[in-house]
């Protein structure tokens, strides 16, 4: 953790409405690129909260995703054309709308998060990540027969309101919440759930809350996300969200290292990447990354960046 | 201070304790000893809110616990060092003192405590930042009953400090095992497998088969009866 984490996180802040400022003179391709790494990484922090730090592991955060993404387009869906007109707001008007659009969306995950998380959070391991993945398939199927919401054609015309600002001033957002919380002392008690339960409840933790507040937590986040790639995408399917997708953010947590949240900021950003530079061989382009990824894990089973000594027993 | 009437406890269809009962009196070192499957683990863990009793009453200081939360329990002031060292092996040795104090609040009281398990683990001062998974076997076991230290305990449960740890620590620990309840009056139940070592440090002991308190009275009795020690002290 940098030493002064409030100083960093107003710096990252800095930082994004800068990028933003300059934004005109950047390749749109490279924009874009940027932009889909920063929602994948505000994804792997999120969940490594959940599945690292708190050693729960969870198959279900595209699921939470989803609500976010379609909660926020439906707000500003609903909003934009209401209060701006047909011309549209000003930036700032704009702006304070898709602010509240995110956190609607974040709040809904949290929710989701909740219902999902107080009777599942009893079952351990295995058991767990099959319930997670089932509900998070629920959540897609629902959405998929919901006409109001579009059904399996999804959301259409959703306004592009996600810049390079919002999700580079959300990846900060998550890093400091994630980074704070897992090194205060209210915060030791996810690592202390994760190395041993029974200990844990030996020395008094109530290990079932500290289960369910990671899991809330990392379902807000996936719900912000989820709000950035719709209104990044502007069409958001059902099919979108599909259990592939969780897996995929699994796959960086696990790549990064369980409990590491530069690790996994790295491995995100490797896993969005290596597609787009892959795109030369066409065709071949998803075997070589799964072959890649075949490669890696072979060669670093306990996370690519994992150098911490002792971390490494789980 | 402690006083379990009829405790039954089991898992799934199999019973692990079949309506068990005994008291212990403030100040005492207390010995529950017995082979494997004697339903010792299972006796702590029941006390602790762990797990929960099939049928029986748990009562600690007067008041009804058999069923509260584990963290409720520990606030009363019951602390438990579970078997096999359960460290926080990703934490550092002072962070996991931290979490021992995790009910505490009063930050006055917490470093009074944290000198005290210093001074009688002064090992663990030597290794305050270093991380409790690379602690040896004697130093984690320690670690576990600093870390149950730190809840300011009236009453300490130890399941088997002895396990997998080198000889000559384990006698250390047994010392200290008697200055923390000496000095700090704080009563003890132990859970041993090594019944020698149980029955010289403790007063009172109870021997347990499949779920039956099978033989119970003053340790240094029980040490010299014939069937005990033909059955657990070797001859």
């Not at chain 1, 107080?118 to 089932?134: C, E, H, I, M, N």
């Not at chain 2, 082979?35 to 748990?58: E, Q, W």
């Not at chain 2, 403790?202 to 020690?229: C, F, N, W």
């Amino acid at each position: 953790m940098p030493p002064k984490p409030h100083l960093a996180l107003l710096a990252a802040l800095l930082f994004a409405f800068g990028v933003q400022h300059f934004s005109d003179q950047f390749n749109p391709y490279y924009l874009d690129v940027l932009t889909g790494i920063g929602i994948n990484v505000i994804l792997a922090v999120s969940l490594n909260l959940v599945n690292g730090y708190t050693g729960q592991f969870s198959l279900g955060h595209a699921g939470f995703m989803s609500v976010g993404a379609y909660l926020s387009a439906a707000v500003t869906l609903y909003f934009a054309p209401r209060w701006f007109g047909e011309d549209g707001g000003t930036a700032w008007q704009e702006g304070g709308l898709f602010l509240m659009a995110l956190l609607a969306g974040g709040l809904s995950a949290a929710f989701a998060g909740l219902l999902v998380g107080v009777p599942s959070l009893r079952l351990k391991g295995d058991y767990l990540a099959l319930v997670t993945l089932g509900f998070g398939e629920i959540i897609r199927v629902t959405f998929q027969n919901v006409e109001s919401l579009g059904g399996a054609l999804g959301l259409n015309g959703i306004p592009p309101y996600t810049t390079i600002f919002w999700v580079l001033a959300f990846v900060a957002i998550t890093i400091f919440v994630v980074t704070c919380l897992v090194n205060s002392t209210y915060g030791r008690g996810f690592l202390a759930t994760r190395d041993d339960e029974i200990a844990s409840e030996a020395v008094g933790l109530n290990t079932t809350r500290y289960k369910i507040v990671a899991f809330v937590i990392g379902a807000f986040f996936a719900g912000i996300a989820g709000g950035l790639y719709g209104h990044f995408k502007l069409t958001i399917t059902p099919t979108g969200f599909d259990f592939t997708k969780s897996i995929e953010i699994v796959v960086m947590v696990i790549l990064g290292g369980m409990g590491n949240t530069l690790g996994v900021i790295l491995a995100a950003i490797l896993l969005t990447l290596l597609p787009e530079v892959l795109r030369p061989v066409a065709e071949y382009r998803m075997v070589l990354y799964s072959f890649l990824l075949i490669v890696l894990m072979l060669a670093r089973p306990q996370g690519l960046f994992n150098f911490k000594f002792g971390k490494s027993k789980a | 201070m402690l006083r379990i009437t009829d405790l039954s406890v089991s898992y799934g269809a199999i019973s692990a304790l079949d309506g068990i009962s005994f008291a212990i009196e403030q100040g005492a070192i207390v010995t529950l000893i017995g082979g494997n499957g004697a339903g010792k683990t299972t006796t702590l863990r029941t006390i602790s809110g762990l797990l929960r009793p099939k049928a029986g009453r748990i009562e600690f200081l007067g008041e009804d616990i058999t069923k509260l939360r584990p963290h409720q329990i520990v606030a009363r002031g019951l602390c438990h060092v579970p078997e096999g060292r359960m460290i926080f092996s990703n934490l550092t040795v002072d962070e996991n003192l931290a979490m021992g104090a995790y009910l505490q609040s009063d930050d006055e009281l917490i470093a009074r405590n944290r000198d005290y398990v210093f001074s009688i683990f002064p090992r663990l001062k030597e290794r305050i930042r270093q991380m409790a998974g690379t602690l040896s076997g004697g130093e984690q076991q320690m670690l576990a009953i600093g870390r149950a230290l730190m809840g300011n305990p009236k009453f300490l449960m130890l399941d088997e400090p002895s396990l997998g740890i080198a000889p000559r620590l384990i006698s250390t620990i047994f010392e200290k095992i008697v200055e923390i309840n000496q000095q700090h009056g704080i009563t003890i139940l132990l859970v041993e497998q090594n019944a020698n070592l149980a029955l010289e440090v403790s007063r009172t002991a109870y021997v347990l088969e499949t779920g039956h308190i099978v033989m119970q009275g003053e340790s240094k009795q029980l040490r010299t009866d014939p069937q005990l020690k033909a059955t657990y002290l070797g001859g």
